[in-house]
């Protein structure tokens, strides 16, 4: 199983750029998750999807739109980028469950890191 | 709103003295904490998490964590360190809200353990 996988690992953009960061999971999972990591600031959720079809803003969605393409597949878009946007970005997956008995214990890709000038 | 908080943004130990990395939380409820780890230029990896039960919790590559629920902590222990060990340490704790969870992570705490 490779897991989270994302691409790409790098991206240079210039300010008003496109571009739509990929990620996939080979865990069956339910849900996915869409993070942006700044220095002194931990990793703060930019979108979710709790499971295929639906999504909802995180703590930080302003500037960028998703879709989960389907259950193994969620996608992060940038119409314009600014460079209030470079930053790390990690996609995570959980199985999905609010049961207080399970831990929905989210597993992490290994990031795009994106500069935009 | 469920909130972590890391007090250090820096810990330094010398290899083989036992470490700690802080975590404090605020949470309505039954906490439900997690403990990650990043190594440079890699994503986040999951070292253990606490649900309910035993206060000790024991996770990966020799890591444990003490919930206190009286001083809402949930420190990240390790009895020997090891240069290996040095990473970007953050804790989490998970919110519920509309039916769906969510992570909250605290700010990291940078671990360095020297030779």
């Known amino acids: 199983n490779a897991g989270v996988t994302q691409t790409p690992k790098f991206q240079v953009l210039k300010t008003g750029q496109s571009m739509t960061l990929q990620c996939a999971q080979d865990m069956n999972h339910n849900s996915m998750y869409w993070y942006r990591q700044d220095p002194g600031m931990g990793l703060r959720l930019i979108y979710y999807s709790a499971s295929e079809g639906t999504t909802d803003k995180g703590e930080v969605p302003n500037g960028y739109n998703v879709s989960r393409l389907n259950k193994r597949e969620f996608s992060l878009r940038l119409e314009s980028a600014a460079p209030s946007q470079t930053s790390v970005y990690f996609c995570a997956s959980s199985f999905g469950t609010t049961s207080p008995t399970s831990t929905d214990t989210q597993y992490f890709g290994p990031g795009t890191r994106l500069t935009v000038l | 709103a469920q909130s972590v908080a890391q007090p250090e943004d820096q810990v330094n130990v010398a290899e083989g003295n036992p470490l700690t990395v802080k975590c404090t939380y605020s949470v309505s409820g039954n906490p439900y904490l997690f403990w990650y780890v990043q190594y440079p230029n890699r994503g986040l990896q999951f070292l253990l998490k606490?649900?309910?039960?035993?206060?000790l919790v024991k996770g990966s590559y020799g890591f444990e964590a003490e919930f206190n629920k009286s001083q809402t902590s949930f420190h990240l222990k390790k009895p020997s360190a090891l240069v290996s060990d040095s990473a970007l340490y953050f804790c989490a704790v998970r919110e519920t809200s509309g039916g769906y969870n969510k992570l909250i992570f605290g700010a990291g705490t940078r671990l360095a353990v020297h030779p």
């Open positions: 606490y649900i309910t039960g035993d206060n």
